[in-house]
């Protein structure tokens, strides 16, 4: 357990600008929480986001961040290559951590942070907000009621986003598998195995096929191209450790799509949620299930697992209304020392999972998840 504090306000410190602006959001609507340092690299663009929302520090090192910040935590959404040592300076500083996915480049530097985070007896979070969607949500509950029955024979998950779609899209470092390891399988992929590992159970092994679909991309000084060194899209077949089969796909590139979906067929039933963004409510979801001979219906989902579902700026809906999930149980463990989930230690197992289909597009064979 974390020790645990006694602080009326929650000090935080946010690390780069991007999806930085999601965390941001997400604190400001989490009781007790503020947010008093943030970190870029760019002085002008780091003063920037610190003006517009309010943020009293700026600095351009995390190192003096977290040395001069006074910070009970730290939200990390810089390129996975420097995750582990991001991640290892705040516990040095009793700071905790709450980090983006994928955790970090392989499992081995993924055992690493979990273990410093033990070590320094801090709260670690994964940034799985997924989980938070009411229709999976409600998909868990139905799960662990054994609404599909006793065993699960196979689960189908797919992800669909077209942010890759476009050749014309500049090169960025998101393309570039010494900044981020993964491309689909790292951007939305791992989303989806976190939300399968955490609805039906563990991978056991794993046979996947990868493709780069845009082979170069223009640099954004328009002085040429770069080679794209990160899938575009990634499928693969697998088996978990209860004997169930899985079909799954990631497609950054896919048109005119944004779409989830997982379907867990059971030996007395089924569930199928699905997750469609070209919908107003798409934060919500939908979930369909089915029992025995019964025929398939929508399924109601409780009240209680949407009430945080009221943002204060529909422009950022998704952002407060899913993301302040994770931003309000770090708060919690904080001020209570009990670590709450998704931990470090969900990030590392799903690191094993994307490692191990890494390792099969190579080899073109079965590989174990472990």
């Known amino acids: 357990m974390a020790q645990a504090t006694q602080k009326n306000t929650i000090k935080v410190g946010v690390v ?5 602006r999601t965390h941001i959001l997400a604190y400001r609507t989490t009781p007790g929480v503020e947010v008093t340092a943030f970190c870029q690299r760019t002085k002008a663009s780091a003063e920037r986001i610190a003006q517009d929302f309010g943020i009293p520090q700026v600095f351009t090192d995390y190192h003096e961040m977290l040395a001069h910040g006074d910070l009970d935590a730290v939200s990390l959404t ?13 516990f040095n500083h009793g700071v905790s951590v709450l980090c983006e996915k994928p955790l970090a480049m392989n499992k081995e530097e993924a055992a690493a942070m979990l273990k410093r985070a033990e070590e320094a007896h801090v709260i670690h979070m994964t940034a799985f907000n997924f989980r938070f969607l009411p229709a999976f949500c409600r998909m868990k509950e139905l799960m662990q009621e054994g609404y599909v029955g006793n065993r699960v024979l196979h689960v189908e998950a797919s992800w669909f986003t077209e942010r890759r779609a476009d050749p014309n899209l500049p090169f960025g470092w998101r393309d570039q598998k010494e900044a981020v390891g993964f491309g689909a399988m790292g951007d939305m992929g791992v989303h ?48 978990l450790t209860g004997g169930g089969l899985v079909s799954f796909a990631a497609n950054a590139a896919a048109r005119g799509s944004a779409y989830q979906e997982i379907r867990i067929l059971g030996n007395d039933g089924v569930l199928r949620a699905a997750v469609d963004r070209s919908k107003p409510d798409w934060m919500i979801g939908e979930l369909w299930g089915a029992r025995g001979d019964g025929d398939t219906k929508l399924l109601h989902i409780p009240e209680q697992l949407r009430e945080h579902l009221i943002p204060a700026d529909a422009r950022h809906a998704a952002r407060e209304a899913i993301f302040a999930n ?4 770090l708060a919690h463990g904080i001020r209570t020392g009990e670590q709450p989930s998704p931990s470090f230690r969900d990030g590392l197992e799903a690191q094993k999972v994307l490692d191990a289909v890494e390792h099969s597009a190579r080899v073109g064979n079965w590989v174990p998840v472990s």
């Open 78 to 90: 810089t390129p996975t290559n420097v995750h582990l040592v991001m991640a290892s300076e705040a």
């Open 16 to 20: 780069g600008g991007g999806f930085g």
């Open 326 to 329: 994770l931003t309000r149980l």
């Open 192 to 239: 989806l195995v976190d939300l399968v590992r955490w609805l039906a159970g563990d991978f056991k092994r794993v046979c996947s096929q990868q493709v780069i679909f845009t082979k170069e991309r223009p640099l954004a000084d328009g002085s040429g191209k770069r080679e794209v060194t990160v899938e575009d899209c990634c499928v693969f077949i697998g088996e």
